[in-house]
């Protein structure tokens, strides 16, 4: 199948479950996160973003938590459906030297696979 | 209508050739990106720039040039290509100042 060799994380759940994604980002002077879903043969959707003065924001059936003590990111997907089945992106938006350019750094992806 | 579109969608050519990818977006947005995804899905931006000015640069050959004819087009040429070269390209584009990216369909180059 597709995820042969492809050494992403995975996330296996039951449709109905809910799931968590983590990301941890590495720039502490990221100032905005975004979640992208990349269903198979096809770019990188945009679920829901979060900026750098809030810990928690909420979307439907999606809810992103930030914790920049740690510098780490989670989606949690509730009542996971075979639809949500794709590669999940972290991204952190760090702006250039001079302020007026943004720049998205993706992680590594996780794989989430949702059984029925 | 689509948002942000690339063509050609698939891409099979040889070593050494030169190849074109083109994108396009209806956004009205002001900032256009070139990333590539290699096989482990790993996404690296390549190029960014705003209003036809070229502002991210990523360290990427000079064999790849991209051009930008309008702030609505952002078209990538790659000469010589390599083997190394075969993955998929995507285009984005956002609004100035703001991080949310809008992603094409992605153009799947292979080299052979």
């Known amino acids: 199948g597709e995820s042969v060799g492809l050494h992403l994380p995975t996330l296996s759940v039951q449709e109905g479950d809910n799931s968590i994604i983590n990301c941890a980002y590495s720039?502490?002077?990221?100032?905005?996160f975004i979640w992208y879903k990349q269903e198979s043969g096809k770019g990188p959707q945009f679920i829901i973003d979060i900026r750098s003065n809030m810990d928690k924001r909420q979307g439907q059936r999606v809810t992103v938590l930030l914790n920049k003590t740690v510098k780490h990111l989670s989606l949690q997907i509730a009542a996971t459906q075979p639809g949500d089945s794709a590669v999940y992106f972290c991204a952190e938006n760090t702006r250039n030297s001079g302020g007026s350019n943004y720049k998205l750094t993706f992680g590594k992806g996780t794989l989430l696979t949702v059984n029925p | 209508d689509t948002a942000v579109s690339q063509t050609p969608k698939y891409l099979v050519t040889q070593m050494g050739n030169d190849k074109s990818i083109k994108c396009e977006q209806n956004l009205g947005h002001d900032t256009m990106y070139w990333y590539k995804q290699d096989s482990k899905k790993f996404l690296k931006i390549m190029f960014s720039?705003?209003?036809?000015?070229?502002?991210i640069n990523e360290t990427v050959p000079n064999r790849f040039s991209p051009k930008s004819p309008d702030k609505a087009h952002l078209n990538l040429h790659i000469n010589s290509l390599e083997l190394g070269d075969s993955a998929v390209y995507f285009c984005?584009?956002?609004?100035?100042?703001?991080?949310?990216?809008?992603f094409g369909p992605g153009t799947r180059l292979l080299v052979l």
């Open positions: 984005a584009s956002s609004r100035q100042g703001l991080g949310t990216q809008y």
């Open positions: 720039y705003n209003n036809k000015e070229l502002i």
């Open positions: 720039n502490s002077a990221s100032d905005y």
